[in-house]
């Protein structure tokens, strides 16, 4: 198979495609929130506060400006800050840890499950401290982190007293489920991202805070608003972090479909996992680990695949050359960031072997909804070419 530079470029998130399907619906709604006025925490944002908390499985829904945001006023209504430390994972967005320093609390970071990718449970206990007052897991990729295990050990903590929140990143998981629960329920307070590419996303910044607690639910409130409940009366230093109605309109649109959207990249993942099975076989490529559990469901934020270190860059430029895009999500683990050594939370490299392997390892292949089959065809056809050819060549003469 040759790309010939005619076939159009498969993009690893194509938000035109689906702009199409929604535009007849968006348009005129967002034209009714324009001629009404009313920009924010109005009507829209109410509703879709709602819908998204029954989504979840959460009592609560407090719309905000970004993911970032929202993790940030999570933290801050647990009365996170200077002193505190709270335990996260490095193979993550940089704004899980921004959110815990602009909290004034201090990042410790832990390994992760090598088939999950996600927080390792059994490293968490050996690195509480006196001072840690939250676990900050993330669902990477669309997969809930093992809240259950999470759980167990913070009701153990507590019952010696300890005080420590269990807080969900679940900016990359919006519908995924673990122990038949939705994410954003599983913990005490989460926070999910709106960022356009995410599987929810808006068409600008915004984010939702969900929670069961109703009194951290109301600090939340009470902190995207300047620490108001009525206005011009401020009982809180908060900031100003309220989600708009032109943004509530386009995630409520989405929200109708998104269950749907979701069923489709787990299909998507399937045909992906089929077609690469032959060469998961020959150990060219490792595909993405999912718990064998039906009540444990992955929703694909991306579909990332391993490969060996040394190939890496040959196959991520092989599929280039035939108009497939791939990305790295993350090429730098967050404890080896200039960033994270700034703030004191930066480790020596090999601190970290799982996440550190993982990060030279994996590739990001196109997913998205509107993906076609005939288009993870084009992109398991090219990644066939590439890998063969690389192990004709590596495997000695006859
Ligand atoms: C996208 C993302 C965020 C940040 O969300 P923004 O809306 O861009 O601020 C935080 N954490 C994770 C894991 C993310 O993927």
């Given at each position: 198979m040759h790309y010939n530079g005619t076939e159009p470029t498969i993009q690893l998130v194509d938000l035109q495609r689906q702009y199409e399907t929604l535009r007849d619906e968006l348009l005129p709604a967002m034209d009714d929130v324009l001629k009404g006025?009313?920009?924010?925490?109005g009507p829209n944002v109410q509703a879709f506060e709602k819908e998204f908390a029954a989504f979840c499985g959460a009592a609560e829904g407090i719309g905000v400006g970004s993911g970032t945001d929202a993790l940030y006023l999570a933290l801050r209504a647990c009365e996170i800050g200077p002193g505190d430390e709270v335990i996260t994972v490095a193979?993550?967005?940089i704004a899980t840890v921004e959110a815990i320093a602009m909290a004034g609390a201090h990042p410790v970071f832990v390994d992760v499950d090598?088939?999950?990718?996600?927080?390792?449970v059994a490293q968490v206990e050996a690195a509480i401290t006196p001072r840690t007052r939250a676990l900050l897991p993330v669902h990477l990729f669309g997969q809930a982190a093992d809240m259950g295990a999470l759980r167990d050990l913070v009701a153990a903590q507590r019952a010696f007293g300890r005080n420590l929140w269990l807080i969900e990143d679940a900016s990359q998981a919006h519908g995924a489920t673990d122990g038949g629960k939705g994410v954003g329920?599983?913990?005490d307070i989460a926070a999910f991202s709106l960022y356009y590419s995410k599987n929810l996303g808006a068409y600008g910044e915004a984010g939702i805070v969900t929670t069961n607690n109703p009194e951290l639910a109301d600090r939340v409130r009470m902190l995207r608003d300047h620490g108001s409940r009525e206005r011009y009366y401020h009982d809180l230093i908060g900031m100003n972090s309220r989600l708009d109605e032109l943004q509530a309109v386009v995630v409520r649109t989405k929200l109708r479909r998104l269950e749907e959207w979701n069923k489709l990249r787990r299909a998507h993942a399937a045909a992906y996992d089929a077609r690469l099975a032959d060469l998961v076989a020959d150990g060219l490529i490792e595909i993405p680990y999912e718990r064998?559990?039906?009540l444990h469901r992955h929703v694909y934020y991306t579909y990332v695949v391993q490969v060996a270190a040394e190939a890496r860059e040959m196959l991520r430029e092989a599929l280039s050359t035939y108009g497939i895009a791939t990305g790295i999500h993350?090429?730098?683990?967050l404890h080896l960031q200039q960033a994270c050594s700034v703030i004191g939370c930066g480790l020596p490299p090999g601190s970290l072997p799982v996440t550190e392997r993982l990060a030279d390892r994996i590739l990001s292949l196109p997913m998205f909804p509107e993906l076609r089959d005939d288009e993870i065809a084009r992109v398991c056809d090219a990644i066939h070419a590439c890998l063969h050819q690389k192990s004709e060549i590596a495997s000695p003469l006859p």
């Open positions: 006025m009313h920009l924010n925490l193979n993550t967005f090598p088939l999950t990718q996600t927080m390792d329920a599983l913990g064998p559990d039906p993350y090429p730098l683990p």
